[in-house]
């Protein structure tokens, strides 16, 4: 199977999905959502918000799709364009396909990853979504639970915002006072 992705209108995914799934009923789309810690009047909940905002990537089985499929999609409310060809939409390459593959594998939902800082203060993923692609945390916010991820995808630069939560409590920095005063 190939990986392609769509631009959508942001906040329209849904909607485009119910649509589009009713014609093209021989195509997987994946919508990938994540679970976030978002802070509102003093209190912390874990709330669902996609890890790409107004992108849907969808499973073909061959380099090239139909020109009937292409007509649906191009022709569908909310669509925007193919990425990252517009006029000749193809598969994403081998490394985009994998970041795609490894969001995908922990379902529609992913969760927060668990990890703990060492002596230095570095992070280490232990398990969940940020594993594997340390390489690419480019800042980390320890009061909001939240580490901020560059990636390209389709020769587009995006950061994404992915939740973390602390396996051990924080003894060292200012950040451990917060984190004991959210998880009441």
Known sequence: MRYFAIKIATRREEDWLERIQQQT????????MKKMFIRRKGRTKLEEAPVFPGYIFFEYRDDE????????????RY?????????????????????????????????????????DQRIKVIQGPLQGIEGFIIKVNRRKHRAKVRLTIAE?????????????????????EDWHHEKK
């Open 25 to 32: 009923k021989d195509i997987r789309f994946h919508k990938i």
């Open 65 to 76: 799709l139909p020109t009937d499929i292409i007509h649906e999609i191009r022709h569908s």
């Open 79 to 119: 669509f925007i364009r193919f990425l990252p060809n517009n006029e000749s939409p193809r598969p994403l390459n081998t490394r985009d396909s994998e970041i795609i593959r490894h969001f995908i594998h922990f379902g529609s939902l992913i969760p927060p990853s668990l990890i703990k800082f060492d002596e």
């Open 156 to 176: 587009s630069v995006m950061i994404l915002d992915l939740a973390f939560e602390v396996m051990e409590a924080e003894t060292v920095g200012a950040g451990a």
